[in-house]
């Protein structure tokens, strides 16, 4: 799959976690669940931490620091207007265990004189910024998830009708020339993957609780 580039798929609020998922994390147990959340949410997070600086080993173990944190604290998260969404509670956890990541380091490597850590962590850009930075991510993110689920239930031909159309930015004559369809096929297909991506994004949203 190219790069993703979000279309603009006609929602009126940002996407956010099903209020029944958190509740069905509360249960450790709940192999599903956590499956669920961790397809959704380690590629976000490992993303998060390389662009923040972090090798590739180090990234991905914050990360598995992060679910941690989500395992014990989920319990105790109630969704409220005041002090935020998911979004933003994980987000809190995520640059949390980045901060004690690089201040750890810090305390390893100063005896050997490696300014490495120290140098991260002042290049880390302010939290409002950073926050900015992470809504950004977390929507990408979310079409992400949403395309790659959407485009296993379709044919290749749609898919590539929606892709090119929506995403690419070609006319609709040039992709049906392409794909030897024709021009209202091709705006058939692209119209029915959105509705698809709008129902998969809307079955992470909603208040969480």
Known sequence: MDKLCMPKLPKDRPPQTRPSLLIRLRNADDADAWDQFVELYAPLLYGFFRSRGLQDADAADVTQDVFHGVSFGVERFHYDPQRGTFRSWL?????????????????????????????????????????ERW????????????????????????????????????SGQAVADALQMSVGAVYVAKSRVIKRLKLKVEEIEGETT
């Not at 998830?145 to 690419?168: I, K, P, S, Y």
């Open 135 to 170: 809504e950004r991510e977390y929507n990408e993110r979310v079409f992400a998830w949403a395309a790659e689920c959407v485009q296993r239930q379709v044919d290749e031909n749609t898919w590539q009708a929606f892709w090119r159309a929506a995403v690419l930015g070609e």
């Open 91 to 131: 987000y809190a956890i995520a640059r949390n265990k980045l901060n004690d990541f690089l201040a750890a380091r810090q305390r390893q490597t100063e005896a050997r004189g490696d300014s490495t850590a120290l140098e991260l962590l002042h290049e880390l850009p302010a939290a409002d910024i950073d926050a």
